[in-house]
C-alpha cells in the first residue's frame, strides 16, 4: 500500500489519533507551513496547507472538512488574512480560526473585530513547539 494510503487509512491511524479533527494551514512561507503542518500530524490530527487564501476558500467552499484554520497575518494578496478570516467565518459560523502574526505586527483590527473569537497567536510560539496547546485551546471551543 503507498505511503500517502497508509497515513488516510481508518484502520492504520497511529494510537491515540485524533480521527475526524482537520486543521487547515495557511502561509505564504512555505518553511513556516511546513513547520505548523508537521507540528499538527503529531498530535495526529490531519492537515491540509496552502499557500493562498484563495485555495484555502477553496478547500471551505468544496465543503472538505475543516475544524480549524491557522492562517498567517503575513498572507498576501487577494485574500489577505482578515478578508480570508472573514471569509472562512461567513461560509462556516462554526469553524475555529487562529492568527498568527508577529508582536510587532499590527494585525488587521479588521479581522479582529469581525471574528472577535479567533485566537491571536505570536508565529513564534508555533516554531517554538507550542502548538498543543494552541489546538486544545481551538477545539475546546468548538461548535459541537
Not at 512555505?30 to 484555502?56: F, H, I, N, P
Not at 480570508?84 to 479581522?111: H, Q, T, Y
Not at 473585530?113 to 510560539?125: K, T, W, Y
Not at 513547539?129 to 475546546?140: F, H, Q, V, Y
Amino acid at each position: 500500500m503507498p505511503q500517502a494510503d497508509i497515513e488516510t487509512d481508518s484502520g492504520k491511524l497511529p494510537q491515540g489519533s485524533c480521527y475526524r479533527i482537520q486543521v487547515l494551514v495557511v502561509g505564504r512561507h512555505k518553511r513556516w507551513r511546513d513547520e505548523v503542518s508537521a507540528q499538527v500530524r503529531m498530535l495526529g490530527y490531519q492537515v491540509t496547507a496552502c499557500d493562498r487564501g484563495v485555495d484555502a476558500m477553496t478547500v471551505l467552499a468544496l465543503g472538505l472538512p475543516v475544524d480549524v484554520l491557522v492562517v498567517d497575518a503575513a498572507l498576501q494578496g487577494g485574500l489577505c488574512c482578515a478578508q480570508l478570516a472573514l471569509e472562512a467565518r461567513a461560509l462556516r459560523p462554526g469553524l475555529r480560526i487562529v492568527l498568527a502574526s508577529n508582536p510587532v505586527d499590527a494585525l488587521d483590527r479588521k479581522a479582529t473585530i469581525a471574528v472577535p473569537d479567533a485566537l491571536l497567536v505570536p508565529r513564534d510560539q508555533f516554531q517554538n513547539g507550542l502548538i498543543a496547546s494552541t489546538m486544545r485551546e481551538a477545539l475546546a471551543n468548538r461548535a459541537a
